[in-house]
């Protein structure tokens, strides 16, 4: 096979020892673009003796987000090295790793080493690494796309400059450092943050292999008739059957586990035929049942799986031969991702269908194939200042070798995370967790980190075995086993969902209705139902909002849908050649939202104010996505609230929001732009936004991350019961007696860069004030704000005391 | 631009305020129920407190989770104020009076203990109390395995499945009791409480570093919550 343009390019680099990251889609060989120029170093090294060296020593360090991968790649890496007849070893090491083989690691590393980024830092937890890394060449870093913008990427930030200044200090050298990504956004930042610490600029290889993308919306056979919103396309289940019998194997890409079950068991009833030939995968199905699915899908006798993100990444399937997406992929990076999954294959094309929930989301099929075309896709924005990671790291090198501040500090001032840490906030964590904080002198036993000779480290055994049970980023939802009670294990469900449910109650798990009998040990126990009721629960992830790119897209389609309709109305019936079908389709909606109200240009914003029996509604739509929404609403209604008092009830969805009042909302010509500037932005959203609430949430993960809380162990169960605490406890105490405290304010900067993306707000509300503000007074609800009113998640702002708000409200005392 | 450090909104430091405690008639007694989780009851002159957790934080410490310890000092401070006020005779502890094994915050209270001399302390053992006998013997606790009886009333730690006795109102601690008050949409709070059934109570955790289970009261049940430092009666 001829090698592509893209892989000889990187392997000339890596021959070079430059650095760098590879851009190709998966599926085009980016895997040997790297490992091959690993391989091509060495021989070139060792020309004459290449064949027979053995026992080199770790060469390559290869990192990789999913240990599922792992065992795919070894195997691929495994067959070069067979075919040029070398002596090199290829190892694993991840969770799934046995003592046994992580015993031979220490003894004799592989050339080769395929890791994931907590099997790395426990690595670097380990007495004596600096010796394992003396003789690495290369650090790859697989799918960094997905890693930068996560914790786990910050983790990958800190190992590659630790172990770049390990041989440093030693031998003078530095290994090369190999990013390979999938197409974002901000490709030149990814590379600037994954080789921060090299102190280089690197190279940008790409493949430029284009994928032919084939998408067809799933249409309604009468627009007017089809509802508006809230029926998961459920409704459009008939045609998705064909799809399925004719396709090899199909996967059924929905965005919410909830929603996910409700698919499974339409589908069946639909279809009572594919019985044992469709699956369901989520992340709340055990985990043995999603390893059979995933096999049953490669050897290809699956029909269909319906999924959530939860197949997103992984292995290739290749049996697959389409996919259908269910709702709005909130991307255009997500929606890529899930269409690639079907022909696999460089030349093959991957066909997609998009099947909308409500009819609008139509117009989101006609963006998506714009946005593929022009590769409009969306960045991922790498982390800073992650003090949780930061502790947690420090702790890994108390335990194995110490650390020296004064040495340490300048790396880590190297990495892209923490580069704007100051010398005070480098301070608090040091007393933090030398210190821990705030405490009573002489009646204190805080032990964590000792300094001993001015090294930090860790040295009871105790602290050192927990810290290592705890290194990792990923913080999963307290969960509880679901059993039969005659035994047998369904899967796992969130605690809290559990908690809500009496003895009795009927709920929807892995697609089978279940009786909840009895709570026990930590365990739901039930038995099967065939009640036709059942609560679905509705689980908080996968509540994506919409891309700012995608967005922007959608905005230009509704000015397109608007101008091309008049052009439609003034000439012929016959639709105009590059119409997208799903605007052609939508006409009739088009036409009552023009008739009632008015249809937005991509630089105009509608404002709709309506007055129905519930009482006066304000609908804006600047297509933001829920999160800035969510914060936009509270926003203005503070502003609102400050030109006469009014409470408001809010709702929300990806298009636009909705304040809903008993009294008239005094929006109009003279104020709007005004209510709409972004002067003050950063005081407003102090007093209008809970961001308490949301900061308690975020608090759990870094709580978590940063050694607060501790989940126990096997075998000291007993004695870690009088350790436990919530973060919610936690919070609290830390609000009161240390308001300071670094982890604490993180959760706050968290909810604001992340929970209200700040920038984007910003954004948008610099876009409005140089775009038209167009404010209609529509006699009924309009096709736009129908799905808003249904979507329904309403948060009241109220000014009051918490007092008084609870004197008001013991009247509705929750029983 | 890029590293904008959003501001943590700034709370005021703790202000050891009393405020007039709220009086409840029982069994014809008179009693004082205190925002700051406990009870005085006037005809014995005694104070009643429960979950009070001593030690906590300094057990978290120990173990490298660095809970700050201003949260005892002010949990010790909130107690002295409540004795300087109502001037008792006698503190009963309805269990969990320690959280853990002895450590250096321990200490803290002993010699917090020598300042009342006067003061009788009865212990309702409580499932954290696991300390050796002599401990509290040395310390000047007097411990009460499982109930302890002052008529009318009677004290025990965890509810459980204790029968009523007749003629006699139960107090008990142990589930840290939480109303949750819910209001339009998504509105949710969970407060700690004093909870007053028919014939027992369930009293809040002292310790202000304890979480809070919540309750479901039932008609005709009284729901004394803690609003920021005030109490609000809900029903």
Redesign the interface.
């Known amino acids: 096979m001829r090698p592509f343009a893209f892989q000889e390019e990187a392997w000339q680099h890596i021959v070079h020892g430059r650095s760098g990251v590879v851009n190709a889609p998966t599926g085009c060989g980016k895997t040997f673009s790297v490992f091959l120029g690993a391989l091509i170093n060495f021989i070139n090294a060792h020309p004459d003796d290449y064949k027979t060296r053995s026992k080199n020593g770790l060469q390559l360090l290869w990192i990789t987000p999913l240990r599922a991968l792992a065992k795919d790649i070894g195997r691929a890496m495994e067959e070069v090295i067979t075919e040029l007849g070398m002596q090199w070893k290829v190892g694993i090491r991840n969770g799934d790793t046995d003592i046994a083989e992580r015993q031979k690691q220490k003894r004799q590393m592989p050339e080769a080493l395929i890791i994931t980024p907590e099997s790395l830092h426990l690595l670097l937890a380990q007495k004596g690494y600096p010796q394992l890394f003396q003789s690495l060449r290369i650090i790859a870093v697989d799918e960094w796309h997905e890693l930068l913008g996560s914790k786990r990427g910050v983790q990958v930030e800190l190992a590659v400059s630790r172990i770049v200044n390990v041989q440093r200090q030693r031998s003078n050298r530095q290994p090369a450092v190999w990013g390979i990504s999938a197409t974002i956004g901000n490709l030149d930042q990814a590379r600037e943050v994954l080789l921060a610490p090299l102190g280089t600029k690197g190279e940008l290889v790409k493949a430029n292999i284009r994928k032919d993308i084939v998408l067809e919306s799933i249409l309604p056979d009468e627009i007017e008739k089809y509802p508006w919103a809230g029926h998961l396309g459920l409704k459009l289940v008939h045609k998705v059957i064909p799809i399925i019998q004719n396709s090899r194997t199909t996967l059924i890409f929905i965005n919410t586990r909830g929603m996910s079950e409700t698919w499974y068991q339409s589908l069946l009833t639909a279809a009572p035929d594919l019985a044992g030939a469709i699956a369901l995968h989520h992340g709340s199905i055990e985990q043995e049942l999603r390893i059979w699915v995933e096999e049953a899908l490669h050897a290809a006798k699956l029909k269909a799986v319906v999924c959530t993100a939860s197949l997103d990444l992984g292995v290739d399937f290749r049996p697959v031969e389409t996919v259908i997406q269910v709702g709005s992929p909130k991307g255009v990076a997500r929606f890529l991702q899930r269409a690639g999954r079907s022909g696999h294959r460089p030349d093959e094309v991957s066909k997609i269908y998009f099947l909308p929930t409500h009819s609008l989301e139509l117009v989101e099929a006609a963006a998506l194939k714009n946005a593929i075309e022009e590769n409009f896709i969306e960045s991922r924005e790498p982390m800073l200042l992650c003090f949780d990671v930061l502790i947690q790291y420090l702790s890994t090198l108390a335990i194995s070798e110490g650390f020296i501040p004064e040495e340490l500090f300048p790396e880590l001032k190297s990495t892209y995370c923490y580069r704007d840490m100051t010398e005070e906030e480098w301070g608090q964590i040091l007393q933090f967790i030398t210190a821990g904080g705030t405490a009573l002198q002489q009646y204190d036993e805080f032990r964590k980190i000792e300094i001993i000779d001015g090294v930090y480290r860790i040295t009871s055994r105790r602290i050192a075995m927990r810290h290592r049970m705890h290194i990792g980023t990923i913080v999963s939802e307290a969960m509880m086993k679901v059993k039969f009670v005659s035994g047998g294990f369904i899967g796992v469900i969130e605690e809290w969902f559990i908690s809500r449910l009496s003895p009795g109650e009927v709920f929807t798990l892995a697609g089978r209705n279940l009786e909840l009998v009895a709570i026990k040990d930590m365990t739901a126990l039930v038995r099967k139902s065939n009640a036709k009721k059942s609560i679905v629960p509705s689980w908080q992830g996968g509540r994506m909002p919409l891309s700012a790119n995608l967005g922007k897209k959608l905005r230009e389609k509704f000015n397109e849908a608007f101008e091309k309709k008049y052009r439609f109305a003034n000439t012929t019936n016959q639709p105009e050649r590059g119409f997208d079908i799903e605007l052609q389709v939508l006409q009739p909606l088009f036409k009552l939202q023009e008739e009632l109200s008015h249809v937005p240009r991509a630089n105009e914003l509608l404002i709709e104010q309506i007055e129905t029996k519930d009482g006066f509604h304000l609908f804006v739509y600047p297509f933001e996505g829920r999160l800035v929404h969510e914060a936009m609403a509270a926003i203005l209604a503070y502003r609102i609230s400050r030109i006469t008092p009014i409470t408001f009830s809010f709702a929300m969805n990806d298009y636009g929001f909705e304040l809903l009042s008993d009294q008239p909302i005094p929006v109009d010509d003279s104020n709007v732009y005004e209510l709409f500037t972004a002067d003050d932005l950063l005081s407003d959203i102090q007093r209008s936004v809970n961001s308490t609430e949301m900061a308690k949430r975020k608090f759990r993960d870094i709580a978590v991350i940063g050694g607060l809380i501790f989940q126990g162990y096997p075998g000291e169960q007993k004695k870690a019961r009088h350790l436990q605490s919530s973060a919610s406890l936690l919070f609290n105490v830390f609000s009161e007696y240390e308001p300071h405290n670094l982890l604490l304010r993180q959760s706050y900067q968290e909810v604001f860069d992340q929970q209200m993306e700040e920038v984007r707000l910003r954004q948008m509300l610099q876009r409005i004030q140089s775009s038209k503000i167009v404010i209609t007074f529509p006699q009924q609800l309009t096709p736009f704000c129908f799905p808003i009113k249904v979507d329904s998640m309403r948060e009241n702002l109220t000014s009051e005391k918490l007092e008084d708000r609870v004197r008001r409200m013991q009247a509705q005392l929750d029983r | 631009m890029?590293?904008a450090?959003?501001?943590?909104?700034?709370?005021p430091p703790?202000i050891c305020t009393m405020l007039v405690p709220t009086p409840y008639k029982l069994m014809q007694q008179q009693l004082w129920l205190s925002a700051d989780r406990c009870i005085f009851w006037e005809e014995e002159k005694t104070l009643i407190v429960s979950d009070l957790h001593f030690g906590?934080t300094?057990?978290?410490?120990?173990?490298?989770?660095?809970?700050?310890?201003?949260?005892?000092?002010?949990d010790l401070q909130r107690l002295v104020h409540q004795l300087q006020y109502f001037q008792p005779k006698k503190l009963i502890v309805v269990g969990d009076l320690f959280?853990?094994s002895e450590?250096?915050?321990l200490?803290?209270f002993c010699k917090w203990r020598n300042d009342f001399p006067s003061l009788e302390i009865h212990l309702v053992k409580g499932n954290?109390d696991i300390l050796h006998e002599d401990w509290y013997r040395e310390a000047g606790i007097c411990v009460w395995d499982e109930e302890l009886s002052v008529p009318p009333f009677h004290f025990r730690h965890d509810l459980g499945e204790a029968a009523p006795i007749s003629g006699r109102y139960l107090f008990s601690g142990h589930i840290h009791p939480g109303?949750?008050?819910?209001?339009?949409?998504?509105?949710?709070?969970c407060?700690p409480c004093f909870y007053f059934a028919q014939n027992f109570c369930v009293l809040p955790a002292f310790s202000?570093?304890?979480?809070t289970a919540r309750i479901?009261?039932e008609n005709g049940d009284a729901v004394f919550?803690i609003?920021?430092k005030?109490l609000?009666q809900?029903?």
Request: with cysteine.
């Open positions: 890029r590293c450090r959003f501001p943590a909104p700034a709370f703790y906590k300094g057990h978290f410490r120990k173990y490298g989770i660095a809970v700050p310890q201003s949260v005892y000092k002010n959280h853990s450590n250096k915050e200490q803290l954290h109303v949750r008050i819910k209001g339009m949409g998504k509105q949710s709070l407060l202000e570093f304890t979480g479901d009261p919550a609003v920021e005030k609000v809900l029903q």
